[in-house]
């Protein structure tokens, strides 16, 4: 199961403003490990809150696909977004996508017009099958938003014996 969830966050820093974004999105604690955007066949995905995304111990690795962006002017917004498309086949196999952006209209339109590339690239046998995007606009302090597609969470431990 994979599990997409979004958060926003502030802080006096962007870096600041990402880590409270994560924790609202439920990934904080986390060393995010980023992949590219291949949605393994027999995959479920599925929109949790940030409470219901993986756990696991403070500084385990989380294999994810994330979008995220950042506003630092007053007035600015920043926008997040991942979409994930579907192989027509039944397999479960699938694409995501993941942009950021100044509105949620060109965050929407680019996560529309890459998932229409991706399949046309594929012979076009993907078909759209959900779509996540949040954002916040910035009033004083950095603000962060990000959307985040979880895969799977590794040990510390088990992670160390990887390499």
Do not use: K
Request: glycine letters at 14%.
């Amino acid at each position: 199961m994979i599990r997409v969830s979004a958060g926003t966050g502030t802080g006096r820093t962007t870096l600041a403003a990402f880590d409270a974004a994560l924790c609202s999105a439920g990934v904080g604690d986390f060393n995010l490990i980023r992949l590219s955007s291949v949605v393994p066949p027999g995959s479920t995905v599925v929109e949790v809150d940030g409470r219901d995304q993986l756990s696991g111990e403070h500084g385990d690795g989380l294999y994810c696909v994330y979008a995220s962006a950042h506003a630092s002017l007053p007035g600015h917004e920043a926008w997040a977004g991942v979409a994930w498309s579907r192989r027509d086949d039944g397999s479960g196999a699938g694409l995501f996508v993941e942009h950021e952006g100044p509105s949620h209209e060109q965050v929407a339109i680019d996560l529309l017009h890459s998932l229409e590339d991706l399949s046309a690239t594929r012979g076009g046998v993907y078909r759209p099958d959900g779509e996540m995007i949040t954002g916040l606009a910035c009033e004083a302090l950095p603000v962060c938003a990000v959307v985040v597609a979880t895969f799977r969470r590794v040990g510390w431990e088990e992670l160390g014996r990887a390499r």
